[in-house]
Structures are given as structure tokens and as C-alpha cells.
């Protein structure tokens, strides 16, 4: 039984969604100032440096994160590598509202990686949310023109968050299977975030790599940039982690659940704040489109 939800832990799950969000808005701040496979791994490298005080041990000869460097890797690949850099590259197309709207249909891509891959069983209520929830998604896809539909305009943008949505589904799923890795890096949220950034800078690395050798990539250094990579690493990679890790733990991971469809709500005023991108009225009947499949299909 997990402890009832108090206004302590709601805090807790409050604080990722905000980073979540303003993470969004930034990298499409800096969008003209860094390419985002290049973003994406300067984020991720600051965040080692700042975690390697709290979680040194892991890189121990010694250390289980070298005998299950495949599960590890795969982890980093989806987490690290491909969930943030996909997102970072999103935001040159499409906008922080529209691509926080659409990861919120992570919860339809477990539903059918579960059933599919792993054996979980889909309820009636879960479909009907599924149903809902991605309603919410092809009304955004479509820019709140649903005949649109039928022509198929997608921005790259809308796509690349789609890819990173599934990976983020997948990688859920692989977090949830018992007993992977050993019990001192999966019980130390730290550690555990520690093991998956060491194998997702290398994949990282090699994603930058070829953005360097197939487009005319360059940083454009400045004291925004530098603020804006400090606020990434901190913010969304080490401090939401920590908090939405914890508050998991207190309340279970269906409350939990609701909370992460706040990111949209967050990343809709935030651009109205930072960017003058302003929420249009088919964002909010999405927005109650996504919460309302996530309610329908968490409810007992």
C-alpha cells in the first residue's frame, strides 16, 4: 500500500512536470544556438559531472554496471540517447506546446508494448482512455483541424516526438521487469541514473558525431546558452528525476501518472511567458482530451 497523497509529495510530482516543460521552451530557445544532438550531449555531460560526487562507486571496475552493460546500454539508448535528443530535435519544427501534448500519449504506447511484447492485459476502461488520450493527440497533430487529417500534414517535428513517445513507452516497460540489475545501482536513484548516463553518452557521442559530419553544425557560445545547458543538466535531468522517483515511491505510479500530463499545461504558459506562443483553444480541449484517457484508464 503506498502512503495517501499529502501536499508534500504532491509537490514532489509537481516540480518534474514544470522542468519537464521548461525544458521544452528552452531547447527551443537555444534551438538557433546549438544543434540538438549536440544539446542533447553537453546536457547529459554537465549532468555527469554534477552526479559524479553522489555516485563515483558505479564506475568501479568492480561495479555491476559493467557485467550488465547490455541492459544498461539499451537503457541509455532509449533514455538519454533517444528520448531527449528526438525531443530536442522536435522543438526545430514544431513548438514546446504542441510537442509536451503529444508525449502525453506515452500511456496509449505502453498499453500496446505491454500487450504486445510483454503480456499485460488491456482492460475495457484502458482502451476507452487509450481512445481519448490519442484523440487528444490527432487533435493537436492536426493543428485543431481534424479533415486535415485526411491530408496528412505533419510537421517533422510531430513525428520525431511520436519516436521519442515510443521509446520513452519501451523503456518504462523495461524498468518495470524484476530483477535486471543489481540491487545496489536499481536502489539508489542516483546510481541507477548514473549507470544509464555513462552508456547514453556514448550513444550521445555518436549521434553528435554524425550531426557534425552531415550538417553544417556549429555553437554559437554565449552566457544564455551556458545558463540555458546549466538549467537542463540541473533542472529536467538530475532534479526531476530525483523528485518524480521519490513521490513515485510515496504515492504509486498511477497517481503519479496524473501528474505528468501537467507538463503540457506548464509548457503552454511557459511559451506564452518566453516565447509569445500562445495556447490556441483546440490545445485545451486536447489537453482535457489526454487527461481525461489517462483518468478513465488508471481508474480502478
Not at 43 to 59: D, I, N, Q, T, Y
Not at 178 to 186: F, T
Not at 228 to 247: E, K, N
Not at 267 to 290: D, R, T
Amino acid at each position: 500500500m503506498h502512503a495517501r497523497l499529502t501536499p508534500a509529495t504532491a509537490l514532489l510530482l509537481t516540480i518534474p512536470p514544470l522542468m519537464w516543460a521548461g525544458n521544452a521552451v528552452v531547447g527551443r530557445m537555444v534551438g538557433p544556438l546549438v544543434p540538438p544532438m549536440t544539446l542533447n550531449l553537453l546536457r547529459w555531460l554537465l549532468a555527469f559531472v554534477l552526479l559524479l560526487p553522489l555516485a563515483s562507486e558505479v564506475l568501479r571496475r568492480d561495479s555491476g554496471l559493467w557485467t550488465h552493460w547490455r541492459r544498461f546500454s539499451v537503457l541509455g539508448l532509449l533514455s538519454v540517447g533517444a528520448y531527449n535528443a528526438l525531443q530536442y530535435l522536435a522543438l526545430h519544427t514544431s513548438t514546446p506546446i504542441n510537442v509536451t501534448l503529444v508525449a502525453s500519449s506515452i500511456p496509449v504506447w505502453m498499453l500496446v508494448f505491454g500487450r504486445l511484447f510483454f503480456n499485460a492485459r488491456i482492460t475495457r476502461r484502458q482502451l476507452l482512455g487509450a481512445g481519448l488520450s490519442m484523440s487528444g493527440v490527432l487533435l493537436v497533430l492536426s493543428r485543431g483541424e481534424p479533415g486535415s487529417l485526411l491530408q496528412l500534414r505533419l510537421v517533422p517535428g510531430d513525428f520525431y516526438v511520436l519516436l521519442a513517445a515510443m521509446a520513452w513507452a519501451w523503456y518504462s516497460w523495461m524498468l518495470v521487469q524484476p530483477a535486471k540489475e543489481p540491487a545496489d545501482i536499481r536502489n539508489n536513484w542516483a546510481s541507477f541514473l548514473m549507470a544509464q548516463i555513462v552508456f547514453g553518452l556514448v550513444w550521445s557521442a555518436l549521434f553528435t558525431a554524425g550531426e557534425w559530419a552531415l550538417t553544417d553544425a556549429k555553437i554559437l557560445w554565449s552566457w544564455p546558452l551556458a545558463g540555458a545547458l546549466l538549467f537542463v543538466a540541473l533542472g529536467p535531468a538530475l532534479l526531476a528525476y530525483r523528485c518524480w522517483g521519490t513521490g513515485v515511491q510515496r504515492a504509486g505510479p498511477s497517481v503519479a501518472g496524473f501528474f505528468s500530463n501537467l507538463t503540457p499545461l506548464f509548457a503552454a504558459v511557459l511559451s506564452s511567458a518566453l516565447l509569445g506562443e500562445l495556447p490556441q483553444a483546440y490545445h485545451g480541449v486536447a489537453f482535457a482530451l489526454i487527461v481525461g484517457g489517462i483518468v478513465v484508464s488508471s481508474r480502478r
